[in-house]
């Protein structure tokens, strides 16, 4: 980075600390007689940053629709120093947490309405908090809806069928009050 050839000093300066500094920092010092080193490793700490969501399946949006009993695993992910604590909620409500490796899986088995929504991510260290959030949005599978159409078929069968069969009985008992008086 920097190198003299006088005063038997030479410094360092870092303008503009950021993440990229962390690391081993060498200074060799070098005559006729012989070299000498010394080192200084640089740690910087620095507030959640790069936020992702993504998913075994690729997700690349801030939304995503699934299937009703379908299955998803989505993972949130952020760079922090140190390890920042990451949460899922949903409506407001934690369904995930984990301290530390600054990567969270949420896997929902089986996919329902109720999952339709904002999941917000919150990551959070002592420098800082960051969120990010995926909207999912849960449609009827195609079996379900056939299966749903059936059953109100079925119960607007039946009730047609006890409808016929009330007015048929009203009918016949009217008749049979006609012919007897």
Same mark, same amino acid.
Request: proline residues 3%; negative net charge.
């Given at each position: 980075?920097?190198?003299? =050839? =006088?005063?038997? /000093?030479? !410094?360092? /300066?870092? *303008?503009?600390? +950021?993440?990229?500094?962390? $690391?081993? @920092?060498?200074?060799?010092?070098?005559?006729? @007689?012989?070299?000498? /080193?010394?080192?200084? #490793?640089?740690?910087?700490?620095? %507030?959640p940053?790069?936020?992702?969501? +993504? =998913?075994?399946d690729?997700?690349?949006?801030?939304?995503?629709?699934? +299937?009703?009993?379908?299955?998803?695993?989505?993972?949130?992910?952020?760079?922090? #120093? *140190?390890?920042?604590?990451?949460t !899922?909620?949903?409506?407001?409500?934690?369904?995930?947490?984990?301290? =530390?490796?600054?990567?969270? !899986?949420?896997?929902?088995? @089986?996919?329902?309405?109720?999952?339709t $929504?904002?999941?917000?991510?919150?990551?959070?260290?002592?420098?800082?908090?960051?969120?990010?959030?995926? #909207?999912?949005?849960?449609?009827?599978?195609? $079996?379900?809806?056939? @299966?749903?159409?059936?059953?109100?078929?079925?119960?607007? $069968?039946? #009730?047609?069928? %006890?409808?016929?069969?009330t007015? %048929?009985?009203?009918?016949v008992?009217?008749? /049979?009050?006609v012919?007897?008086?």
């Amino acid at each position: 980075m920097n190198s003299t =050839s =006088s005063h038997n /000093e030479l !410094w360092m /300066e870092i *303008p503009h600390v +950021t993440p990229r500094d962390t $690391g081993d @920092h060498r200074c060799v010092a070098q005559n006729e @007689h012989g070299t000498m /080193e010394g080192s200084l #490793f640089i740690t910087v700490q620095y %507030a959640p940053e790069n936020l992702t969501i +993504t =998913s075994l399946d690729g997700i690349k949006d801030s939304s995503i629709t699934l +299937t009703e009993g379908d299955s998803v695993l989505i993972i949130c992910s952020v760079k922090s #120093f *140190p390890a920042s604590n990451l949460t !899922w909620k949903h409506l407001d409500v934690t369904m995930n947490s984990t301290s =530390s490796h600054n990567e969270l !899986w949420m896997e929902i088995p @089986h996919i329902t309405p109720r999952d339709t $929504g904002d999941h917000q991510c919150v990551a959070q260290n002592e420098h800082g908090t960051m969120e990010g959030s995926l #909207f999912i949005t849960v449609q009827y599978s195609r $079996g379900e809806s056939l @299966h749903v159409i059936l059953i109100l078929g079925i119960r607007a $069968g039946i #009730f047609i069928v %006890a409808v016929v069969l009330t007015v %048929a009985g009203v009918c016949v008992c009217e008749g /049979e009050t006609v012919k007897g008086s």
